[in-house]
């Protein structure tokens, strides 16, 4: 896995994942923490804009990267 720069982000990216790490403890498990901060900002590069969707999907998937976004386009290729 690439390393995610954070820095790089917009604020509203950096906001929701502080929000997510801190109100729904995904910081407690380092890898369940590299998952969800990567999901969100999958959703904000698939055009996610408000930063409480953006917590919101990335809490309801439990931290887990979805399926069709870990290739980023390639889903939409093979249709």
Partial sequence: ???IEIRQQP????NAIRRLLR???FAETPELA???VAL???LHESGVSDEDDLV???????GKRL???ATS???RDRN
């Avoid at 604020?11 to 950096?14: A, Q, Y």
């Avoid at 919101?56 to 439990?62: D, F, I, K, Q």
């Fill in 40 to 42: 969100i900002i999958q």
């Fill in 23 to 25: 109100d729904h403890r």
């Fill in 67 to 69: 399926a069709g976004m």
């Fill in 1 to 3: 896995m690439t390393k």
């Fill in 11 to 14: 604020d509203m990216v950096k």
């Fill in 73 to 75: 386009g390639a889903m």
């Fill in 56 to 62: 919101e999907l990335a809490a309801l998937s439990g």
């Fill in 34 to 36: 590299r998952n969800a």
